[in-house]
Nanobody, 129 residues
């Protein structure tokens, strides 16, 4: 099992921006689909954004799709999640996850439903009102 590491959370203001990073020592993140999820206190975990292995496809939840970008820096083996125009409802623990067991041709819009093989421990993001 691979341990992913998220960073970049913290206390942010409404209307501000967020950039989270995800690294995975020993695993080439560019070879697999990768996704960001979040879980707010008392709520179920939900998908936020995902990216195909070669980075040509991405998919976002309705909650963030107009203000979010998932990106990958292969040289740094790092995946990023940017969210602008933050809202208090963006407050959650954010997790990155990778699907090493993917099958070529899996539809990107189903990425949140797929089993993810490896997860990070999460990064807490708190957006003040």
């Amino acid at each position: 099992q691979v341990q992913l590491v998220e960073s970049g959370g913290g206390l942010l203001e409404t209307g501000g921006s967020l950039t989270l990073s995800c690294t995975a020592p020993g695993v080439a993140l560019g070879a697999y689909p990768i996704a960001w999820f979040r879980q707010a206190s008392g709520k179920e975990r939900e998908g936020v954004a995902c990216m195909s292995p070669n980075g040509d496809l991405s998919y976002y939840s309705d909650a963030v799709k107009s203000r979010s970008t998932i990106s990958r820096d292969k040289g740094k083996n790092t995946v990023y999640l940017q969210i602008t125009d933050l809202k208090p409802e963006d407050t959650a623990v954010y997790y990155c996850a990778v699907r090493r067991s993917y099958t070529v041709g899996e539809p990107i819009m189903k990425c949140f439903d797929h089993h993810m093989d490896d997860w990070g421990n999460g990064a807490l993001v708190t957006v003040s009102a």
